[in-house]
């Protein structure tokens, strides 16, 4: 277990969104730290302080930011803006000279589609806090370097975001 200090900012409507669907109170925050802390794990990322943002987009906002930044004129259920290239990122956790090493991180900024989340939940039969907790997990993925773009690439990833949720006990 490492000893990494989390700082999220989650978005107050991503809160309510489970809470309405689900008419009670779930601790969404804490789902988000368990599947933060399990992919730092994973990755050995062991720097004292990790921060990272997630919130919500409407339609037309997760549109717009698609296009601007990804020229794919289309809504998405999630984007992922990290701060660190795969590269940079395992040149700041594999640092190691104490002296150089860089305590605080911020990893960057999830945006989440709560719309497409709901279609897709209904769609994929997972239910809204699965696939909403997917996408969180999707997200952070990318925020730490990986990407699934070629199909070896896709099967790390996939395969790394169903042992997260698995340890969760949020499985299909």
């Not at 804490?30 to 933060?36: D, N, R, T």
């Not at 992919?39 to 990790?50: A, F, S, V």
């Not at 996408?135 to 925020?143: A, Q, S």
């Not at 730490?144 to 990833?157: A, R, S, T």
Request: proline share 1%; hydrophobic share 35%; glycine share 2%.
């Amino acid at each position: 277990m490492n000893n990494n200090n989390l700082f999220i900012d989650l978005d107050d409507k991503l809160i309510k969104f489970i809470k309405n669907e689900y008419n009670k109170d779930i601790d969404i925050y804490s789902y988000v730290e368990k599947i933060v802390s399990e992919l730092l794990n994973e990755q050995n990322i062991n720097n004292k302080d990790i921060f990272l943002s997630i919130c919500s987009a409407t339609k037309d906002e997760i549109k717009e930011l698609n296009n601007k930044y990804r020229n794919i004129n289309n809504e998405t259920d999630v984007l992922s803006f990290p701060i660190f290239s795969a590269d940079e990122l395992d040149l700041i956790i594999n640092e190691k000279d104490d002296s150089k090493k860089i305590k605080e991180i911020n990893l960057g900024d999830i945006i989440i589609c709560l719309d497409v989340v709901k279609v897709q939940a209904v769609s994929y039969e997972t239910g809204y806090l699965r696939e909403l907790l997917y996408m969180i997990t999707h997200g952070v993925c990318h925020l730490l370097g990986f990407d699934h773009i070629d199909p070896e690439d896709k099967k790390v990833m996939r395969e790394k975001e169903e042992k997260v949720l698995s340890k969760l006990g949020v499985e299909k």
